[in-house]
Protein backbone atom coordinates (compact mmCIF):
# COMPACT_ATOMS: atom_id res chain seq x y z
CA UNK A 1 0.00 0.00 0.00
CA UNK A 2 1.85 3.41 -0.93
CA UNK A 3 2.62 5.75 1.79
CA UNK A 4 1.67 9.26 1.07
CA UNK A 5 2.95 12.82 2.73
CA UNK A 6 1.65 16.31 1.98
CA UNK A 7 3.53 19.44 2.34
CA UNK A 8 3.21 22.83 1.43
CA UNK A 9 0.41 23.87 3.71
CA UNK A 10 0.48 27.11 6.04
CA UNK A 11 -1.38 30.68 5.85
CA UNK A 12 -2.22 33.11 2.99
CA UNK A 13 -3.98 35.73 2.32
CA UNK A 14 -7.04 36.19 0.45
CA UNK A 15 -6.16 35.85 -3.40
CA UNK A 16 -3.29 34.82 -2.62
CA UNK A 17 -1.60 30.86 -4.30
CA UNK A 18 0.08 27.95 -2.23
CA UNK A 19 1.20 24.52 -4.13
CA UNK A 20 0.77 21.34 -1.86
CA UNK A 21 2.90 18.52 -2.78
CA UNK A 22 2.19 14.89 -2.02
CA UNK A 23 5.14 12.88 -1.65
CA UNK A 24 4.30 8.72 -2.23
CA UNK A 25 6.34 5.60 -1.33
CA UNK A 26 6.39 2.60 -0.85
CA UNK A 27 3.68 1.58 -4.12
CA UNK A 28 3.01 2.13 -7.59
CA UNK A 29 2.40 5.56 -7.57
CA UNK A 30 3.01 5.74 -11.69
CA UNK A 31 0.15 3.55 -11.81
CA UNK A 32 -2.91 5.16 -9.80
CA UNK A 33 -5.01 7.70 -9.73
CA UNK A 34 -4.56 10.32 -7.27
CA UNK A 35 -7.03 13.12 -5.57
CA UNK A 36 -7.02 15.98 -3.10
CA UNK A 37 -9.33 16.22 -0.48
CA UNK A 38 -10.25 18.65 2.13
CA UNK A 39 -12.45 18.65 5.68
CA UNK A 40 -13.45 21.66 7.72
CA UNK A 41 -14.04 20.83 11.51
CA UNK A 42 -17.74 19.66 11.91
CA UNK A 43 -17.78 18.48 8.07
CA UNK A 44 -17.15 15.60 5.60
CA UNK A 45 -14.14 15.39 4.06
CA UNK A 46 -14.76 17.14 0.66
CA UNK A 47 -13.25 16.00 -2.80
CA UNK A 48 -11.37 19.09 -4.75
CA UNK A 49 -9.28 17.28 -7.83
CA UNK A 50 -8.40 14.23 -9.16
CA UNK A 51 -5.72 12.72 -11.76
CA UNK A 52 -5.41 9.88 -14.03
CA UNK A 53 -2.19 7.77 -13.67
CA UNK A 54 -1.48 9.07 -17.39
CA UNK A 55 -2.79 12.40 -16.68
CA UNK A 56 -4.70 12.24 -19.37
CA UNK A 57 -8.15 12.87 -17.48
CA UNK A 58 -8.55 14.96 -14.00
CA UNK A 59 -11.91 16.48 -12.49
CA UNK A 60 -12.55 19.72 -10.21
CA UNK A 61 -15.24 20.41 -7.86
CA UNK A 62 -17.33 23.28 -9.02
CA UNK A 63 -15.75 25.78 -6.12
CA UNK A 64 -12.19 24.80 -7.33
CA UNK A 65 -12.43 25.10 -10.93
CA UNK A 66 -10.85 27.90 -12.96
CA UNK A 67 -8.32 28.54 -9.34
CA UNK A 68 -6.81 25.12 -8.82
CA UNK A 69 -4.52 22.84 -10.59
CA UNK A 70 -3.72 19.27 -10.15
CA UNK A 71 -0.81 17.73 -11.83
CA UNK A 72 1.79 15.09 -11.15
CA UNK A 73 4.93 14.13 -11.80
CA UNK A 74 5.47 10.22 -11.69
CA UNK A 75 9.48 10.27 -12.43
CA UNK A 76 9.52 12.11 -8.63
CA UNK A 77 6.40 9.85 -7.52
CA UNK A 78 4.74 13.19 -6.70
CA UNK A 79 1.66 15.03 -6.97
CA UNK A 80 0.75 18.73 -6.66
CA UNK A 81 -1.79 20.83 -5.91
CA UNK A 82 -1.59 24.52 -7.11
CA UNK A 83 -3.91 26.69 -5.31
CA UNK A 84 -4.25 30.07 -6.99
CA UNK A 85 -6.97 32.54 -5.66
CA UNK A 86 -7.36 31.40 -2.87
CA UNK A 87 -10.38 32.49 -0.66
CA UNK A 88 -11.04 32.37 3.10
CA UNK A 89 -13.80 29.81 1.76
CA UNK A 90 -10.86 27.38 1.07
CA UNK A 91 -9.20 27.11 4.30
CA UNK A 92 -9.40 23.41 5.60
CA UNK A 93 -6.86 20.84 6.08
CA UNK A 94 -5.86 19.39 2.85
CA UNK A 95 -5.16 15.45 2.37
CA UNK A 96 -3.86 13.87 -0.73
CA UNK A 97 -5.76 10.62 -1.86
CA UNK A 98 -4.89 7.27 -4.09
CA UNK A 99 -7.87 5.66 -5.72
CA UNK A 100 -5.05 2.63 -7.00
CA UNK A 101 -5.10 1.75 -10.99
CA UNK A 102 -8.96 1.71 -10.56
CA UNK A 103 -10.95 4.65 -12.36
CA UNK A 104 -14.27 4.93 -12.18
CA UNK A 105 -15.00 8.17 -14.42
CA UNK A 106 -16.11 10.20 -11.46
CA UNK A 107 -13.38 10.36 -8.63
CA UNK A 108 -16.35 12.46 -6.24
CA UNK A 109 -17.39 9.43 -5.94
CA UNK A 110 -14.94 7.29 -6.25
CA UNK A 111 -13.64 5.65 -2.63
CA UNK A 112 -10.02 6.29 -1.74
CA UNK A 113 -7.48 3.24 -1.48
CA UNK A 114 -4.92 5.53 0.93
CA UNK A 115 -4.99 9.23 2.36
CA UNK A 116 -1.89 11.15 3.48
CA UNK A 117 -2.20 12.38 7.13
CA UNK A 118 -2.86 15.46 5.79
CA UNK A 119 -1.91 19.76 5.72
CA UNK A 120 -3.37 22.87 7.05
CA UNK A 121 -4.10 25.76 4.67
CA UNK A 122 -5.71 28.26 6.49
CA UNK A 123 -6.74 31.99 4.15
CA UNK A 124 -6.91 35.18 6.01
CA UNK A 125 -9.43 37.60 4.64
Known amino acids: QVQLVESGGGLVQAGGSLRLSCAAS????????MGWFRQVPGKEREFVAG????????EYADSVKGRFTISRDNAKNTLYLQMNSLEPEDTAVYYC??????????????????WGQGTQVIVSS
Open 51 to 58: ITWSRSMS
Open 26 to 33: GGMFHRYN
Open 97 to 114: ASYGTVYSGNFASQSVDS
